[in-house]
């Protein structure tokens, strides 16, 4: 099992995992950016858990995901929406105040916000992952779940700089925004290769 081919496989994930994940972590840390402080730790905790899911799930059928055409510009969709409700979100909160009370469905919101961005922009980590534990299904699983710990502290600390540096929002807001345009592209040209 702890063979220096796993190890190795393992290493080569973790860095795989940190190179990618950070405009991961840039959704979320916008996402719970407008939750007052209690809620935020459980919204990146049951998003980031749900994520973690969505990823293993994901890296377990890679091969199989690789022949669906179409994926990555639904993914690229996907994250333009959540880029829509983001950019809606901070023009409302022009001036952001951190009270003790969130409004109404905003965990929930929070929540379902970080799952679908997380789930449209992992495509790739997950298939680069997958191609690197090779047939070691535990470095496979373990270098996802390192990589979502990491994910979610950083997460954190992003949300903490948001909330005092508000341009920051806008720019990680055009980095999201930037993602999302490079798979409906790369999407958009898979299709066209297979309609061509």
Do not use: Y
């Amino acid at each position: 099992m702890f063979t220096l081919s796993a190890l190795a496989s393992l290493l080569q994930v973790i860095l795989i995992d940190l190179t990618l994940a950070g405009d991961n972590a840039v959704v979320v840390g916008l996402a719970v950016r407008g939750l007052p402080h209690p809620l935020r730790g459980r919204a990146i905790l049951a998003g980031v858990a749900a994520a973690a899911i969505i990823r293993v799930c994901l890296a377990i059928v890679a091969v199989q995901l690789l022949a669906i055409i179409g994926l990555t510009l639904a993914g690229g969709i996907l994250l333009l929406w959540v880029c829509w409700r983001m950019f809606r979100e901070l023009r409302q909160q022009e001036a952001p105040t951190a009270s003790d009370e969130a409004p109404p469905g905003a965990l929930r919101s929070a929540i379902i916000r970080i799952i679908v961005a997380d789930l449209s922009m992992s495509l790739d980590n997950v298939l680069a992952v997958a191609g690197a534990a090779g047939e070691h299904l535990w470095v496979l699983i373990s270098g996802l779940a390192i990589s979502v710990l990491m994910m979610a502290l950083a997460a954190s600390l992003i949300a903490r700089l948001l909330e005092r540096f508000r341009w920051i929002a806008w720019i990680g807001l055009l980095i999201v925004l930037g993602v999302a345009i490079e798979l409906i592209i790369k999407g958009g040209g898979e299709i066209w290769h297979v309609v061509s």
